[in-house]
């Protein structure tokens, strides 16, 4: 009996060890909602692209982020050394229960849904198509990134991939977003194993965050560090300015009073938005809206109304998919 209540208790003591490494490796699940704001983003500024620094660096976009004491930042679009055979799904602003939600990128196997958003540089709204992995290596599409091809010899050009794809929106759904919804195929590669942003796209969102020139109520929709060639490094010769995607227009409430609830079904609370979920570290949840709970799927609420963004966008046109 003491012998069966001892193999008893060692089991337990297996179990309560290997369900926390469990719970914390990548998920195949969408990760959850990183925050919820009252008005919509600026629309996107118009950049041009430093040169990839070197082999394995991934070009990520641009976007802006959310702080509840200043509203929405600039954190520069950046090259980052990607995780071997790991593609990046940006994260986007998405409409949805009357607010505005970001969803956080990620690293996987295939590029998911990212909201119809043309990031640009190969983002022009659905897929990637600034290069490839061919076993351990990565390979650039020249036609759609700048590579410097004396150091990078991985390279190639397909032109038949670049569509000329102008808007400037910075968010999908609502009043003026995207129209925009996953297909089958996206919903598919949302459901594989992908991994949150690395550290040093967390570091770099950060660092974004201190600097008050990154804040749209300061730059107006124009950030002097538009992109960068790494990670962090917001001076020197690799770093790029902007113009305004469209005109800018200061929000009608304050930083605290457009922050809100998360939609139902979403986890979210944190005081800034970012690539991953701060409080919840890497975790990973099927917290994205599915195809039928999708923004442009929502039955219409006329308690609902999207207020004002700060820059009311009519699906400008963005410069073409480079």
């Known amino acids: ?93 998405g409409w949805v229960g009357g607010v505005y939600s970001w969803y956080p990128g990620y690293w996987g196997p295939q590029v998911g849904f990212y909201g119809g958003i043309n990031y ?21 599409n020249t036609a759609v990134v700048h590579v410097n091809t004396v150091s990078v010899t991985n390279v190639y050009v397909n032109r038949t991939v670049i569509v000329n794809n102008e808007s400037h929106v910075a968010f999908n759904g609502g009043e003026g977003g995207v129209v925009a919804r996953p297909t089958a195929q996206e919903e598919a590669y949302a459901r594989e194993p992908h991994q949150p942003a690395i550290a040093a796209q967390v570091q770099h969102e950060h660092a974004a965050g201190q600097n008050r020139a990154n804040f ?37 409430m304050s930083p605290r009073e457009a922050r809100a609830p998360a939609p139902a079904g979403s986890k979210g609370g944190e005081s800034r938005s970012g690539q991953m979920n701060r409080e919840g570290g890497n975790r990973t949840e099927n917290n994205r809206p599915r195809n039928e709970e999708h923004p442009q799927n929502a039955k219409p609420n006329k308690q609902s109304k999207p207020p004002k963004q700060e820059n009311p966008p009519k699906e400008e046109k963005h410069e073409k998919d480079r």
């Open 120 to 140: 640009g540089w190969g983002y022009g709204g659905v897929g990637f198509v600034g290069g490839e992995w061919r076993g351990g290596a990565f390979f650039y």
């Open 1 to 93: 009996m003491k012998l069966h209540r001892a193999v008893h208790f060692l089991a337990l003591g297996l179990l309560l060890l290997i369900l926390p490494a469990a719970l914390s490796t990548p998920s195949s699940a969408q990760i959850a909602v990183g925050i919820s704001v009252r008005f919509g983003p600026p629309a996107l500024p118009i950049y041009d692209q430093p040169l990839c620094p070197g082999p394995g660096y991934l070009w990520t976009p641009g976007y802006w982020a959310w702080d509840d004491d200043d509203g929405y930042y600039w954190v520069p679009g950046t090259w980052v050394v990607a995780p071997v055979g790991l593609l990046w799904t940006p994260g986007y602003w």
């Open 216 to 252: 749209a109520s300061q730059n107006h929709g124009a950030p002097a560090v538009a992109a960068t060639a790494r990670p962090g490094e917001f001076s020197g010769k690799g770093v790029v300015g902007a113009k305004a995607g469209a005109p800018y227009h200061a929000p009608a």
